[in-house]
């Protein structure tokens, strides 16, 4: 069975751990990248402590974490009056709650080279660039792949992590766009001694007002500093002018505390991306397809778990796939109802944390305010176990 390629479109996050889970039970991978080259884009993310436990299944525990942040505190702050709403403290009580497993930030070109690099470890995995996957056939005992260019990619199976804009889910699903929210994200790194005065540099934080945010946080050991801005805004769909852009921030900004008009001032205005997700559903795989990661559940960023939930996906699918003795078509049924909701909840939660929670005005902020402020360590962490606590595999 495992002299049988199986083929992965996508070569993000999720593609490259299934990738390696598969390599390291010895399965033959070919994952097909439409990028020139294996890569992310220059920003951080944030990984829970449920994520370590599922590096440890691909051999790179140690390394993600001696290549990422810990930070002291993950907390919410009011965009107006700049005090503290929710703190989740991530020092030794937490991690010693989460099986010693930090919570991490880490720049997404670091996390991606040490994927990429165990990748090429493996004489398993063959790595295609410039590979843009625009169709495929199922013929029962087998697949074909076929990229943009007319290669045609013989497998036993394909798992499409190809994204929230996944090509395959549009042929195995049949829906079409995600859900736009009417936000959009300005990512900005900058150096860390150009963090203005009154801005954390040992935390992840969120500064939180109506219908707008920030999140910040140091990277590389604390040597630069991730900025992402995020606001919601009639223009989202377009592409405008620096200048136009500028003049957006500036107004959504206004009248929110000095240090985020500081840090807006800094965002670099080359680019935006509209922030949008899916809602829940079933059917992630038909016959020998199956989708993980963002092609099946693509979530807004509230619980900063969307990459959390594709390395989880990875490391179950390789197993359910391992364990299934060619039936493969069962392996995806059991995939789907072990992540189903897991997944769902992470989406379900985010977008009320969206509406709900971050972007609050007037009343509604302040009863937020008092609510959260009154919790204890201890209320706030058991809130986050679900999550925190990682899951265990099925084999
Ligand atoms: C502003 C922002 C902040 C975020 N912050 C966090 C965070 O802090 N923590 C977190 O866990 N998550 C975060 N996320 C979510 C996270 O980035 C995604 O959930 C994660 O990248 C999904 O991984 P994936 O591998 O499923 O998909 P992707 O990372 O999107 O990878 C898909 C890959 O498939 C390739 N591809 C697409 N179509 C084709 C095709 N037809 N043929 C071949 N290749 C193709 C793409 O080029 C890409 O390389 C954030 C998202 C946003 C927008």
Avoid at 54 to 59: E, F, N, R, S
Avoid at 72 to 101: K, S
Avoid at 310 to 324: K, P, Q, R
Wanted: include cysteine; proline fraction near 4%.
């Amino acid at each position: 069975m495992r002299d049988k390629t199986i083929i992965i479109v996508g070569g993000g996050i999720g593609g490259l751990c299934a990738a390696i889970a598969l390599a390291r039970k010895g399965w033959q991978v070919r994952v097909l990248e439409q990028a020139p080259q294996f890569g992310a884009i220059g920003y951080g993310i944030q990984l829970g402590p449920n994520v370590p436990p599922m590096m440890a299944h691909l051999g790179l525990r140690d390394e993600v974490i001696a290549a990422s942040v810990l930070p002291n505190n993950v907390m919410m702050i009011d965009a107006f009056d700049g005090q503290p709403v929710t703190v989740v403290d991530t020092g030794a009580d937490f991690r010693a709650r989460y099986h010693d497993d930090p919570y991490m930030v880490i720049h997404r070109v670091d996390l991606h080279n040490i994927l990429v690099a165990a990748c090429r470890t493996y004489p398993e995995i063959h790595l295609d660039e410039d590979a843009a996957v625009t169709g495929h056939e199922d013929h029962g005992d087998h697949v074909v792949v076929i990229s943009a260019d007319g290669r045609r990619f013989e497998g036993a199976l394909v798992i499409g992590a190809d994204g929230i804009r996944s090509h395959l889910r549009k042929s195995i699903m049949g829906d079409s766009e995600p859900a736009q929210t009417g936000y959009v994200a300005h990512r900005t790194i900058v150096p860390i001694d150009q963090v203005p005065e009154g801005v954390s540099t040992d935390d992840v934080v969120l500064w939180g007002g109506e219908g707008f945010h920030i999140v910040h946080y140091p990277l590389r050991n604390k040597t630069i500093f991730n900025i992402v801005a995020v606001f919601e805004t009639q223009t989202f769909a377009e592409k405008m002018e620096t200048e136009a852009y500028r003049a957006e921030l500036e107004r959504t900004y206004m009248h929110s505390h000095p240090a985020m008009r500081a840090m807006v001032k800094m965002l670099d205005l080359e680019r935006r991306w509209p922030i949008g997700d899916r809602k829940p559903q079933r059917g992630w795989s038909k016959g020998r397809v199956v989708l993980m990661g963002d092609a099946a559940h693509a979530t807004l960023q509230s619980y900063a778990q969307g990459a959390g939930m594709a390395i989880e996906d990875a490391v179950v699918l390789a197993s359910l796939i391992d364990g299934c003795k060619g039936d493969y078509e069962s392996a995806f049924k059991s995939f789907e109802s072990e992540r189903l909701l897991r997944t769902a909840r992470i989406q379900l939660e985010s977008r009320t944390l969206w509406s709900h929670y971050y972007h609050l005005s007037g009343i509604d902020a302040q009863v937020r305010n008092q609510r959260e402020r009154a919790r204890s360590r201890e209320d706030v962490w058991s809130c986050l176990d679900w999550i925190y606590k990682g899951i265990s595999l099925p084999y």
